[in-house]
């Protein structure tokens, strides 16, 4: 298993995890392939030439916001996850970033343990934030450095 950065010939593979993880946020084709250029941070996890994770953020002045963040099911409990956390973060200490940010659906249990484990604490929430179906987002943070 390997990160890299997002490239094209990645966007399909990422838009099928999406497909498969309908509690994250449904993004286009075209939006991936703004990653690609590099307008936002993004990395892939990847094994045997298959896209089996990705994330996508962004830098906020001196924090990061995680933008899109998924793993096959299949492939999940393996540390692909946990790699393309520690790639952020690793980026995020290229210019400093003092702490990383991120929504997530109230419902998504697995991403909430997945969080917890990387030391991230719930600090707000925003009503009715996700449509389709209509949910709260819990607002999430991590300090670094």
């Known amino acids: 298993m390997k990160t890299r950065l997002v490239e094209n010939r990645d966007i399909d593979g990422i838009l099928a995890i999406q497909t498969a993880c309908p509690e994250i946020a449904q993004w286009t084709e075209r ?26 953020a962004r830098r906020v002045v001196n924090e990061i916001e995680i933008l899109n963040f998924a793993v096959f099911s299949e492939a999940r409990g393996r540390g692909i996850g946990a790699m393309l956390l520690r790639e952020t973060l690793a980026w995020g200490a290229t210019f400093g970033a003092a702490q990383v ?34 949910e709260d987002a819990l607002l999430l943070t991590a300090k670094l450095g």
């Open 31 to 56: 939006d991936y392939e703004r990653v690609a250029r590099g307008e936002m941070a993004g990395w892939v996890g990847e094994e045997e030439s298959s896209v089996l994770g990705f994330l996508v």
């Open 101 to 134: 940010i991120l929504e997530v659906r109230a419902s998504n249990c697995a991403a909430l343990r997945f969080y917890e484990r990387h030391k991230f604490q719930i600090v707000g929430r925003r009503a009715r934030y996700y449509n389709e179906p209509v």
